[in-house]
């Protein structure tokens, strides 16, 4: 059974930093593209970041170009997104999710809330 659950998230003040993790289980972790996604109030899901199988393939939407960081560590299944420089519009539930066989997984998420 795929499994994908985030962990990490919070209240964090403008500018600072935050790290999220994506902890995978029920399938070869290793061989599959995963990717971040946000949602904000009101708004539709957005993708924020995606890393590639060996790690080597990272994209990420340009409103967190230069800011935010996806890896992977798959020795351990896990995902990772640091986040720096924050602003209040990152605030948002953060999804993690990867397309195994027929169908896609996502996990339960986490909020992040960037607020003084």
């Known amino acids: 059974q795929v499994q994908l659950v985030e962990s990490g998230g919070g209240l964090v003040q403008p500018g600072g930093s935050l790290s999220l993790s994506c902890a995978a289980s029920?399938?070869?972790?290793?061989?599959?593209?995963i990717a971040w996604y946000r949602q904000a109030p009101g708004k539709e899901r957005e993708l924020v970041a995606t890393?590639?199988?060996?790690?080597?393939?990272?994209n990420y939407a340009d409103s967190v170009k230069g800011r935010f960081t996806i890896s992977r560590y798959n020795a351990k299944n896990t995902v990772y997104l640091q986040m720096n420089s924050q602003k209040p519009e990152d605030t948002a539930v953060y999804y993690c999710?990867?397309?195994?066989?027929?169908?896609?997984?996502w996990g339960q998420g986490t909020q992040v809330t960037v607020s003084s």
């Open positions: 890393i590639g199988n060996v790690g080597g393939s990272r």
């Open positions: 029920g399938f070869t972790f290793s061989s599959y593209r």
């Open positions: 999710n990867s397309f195994v066989g027929v169908r896609g997984y």
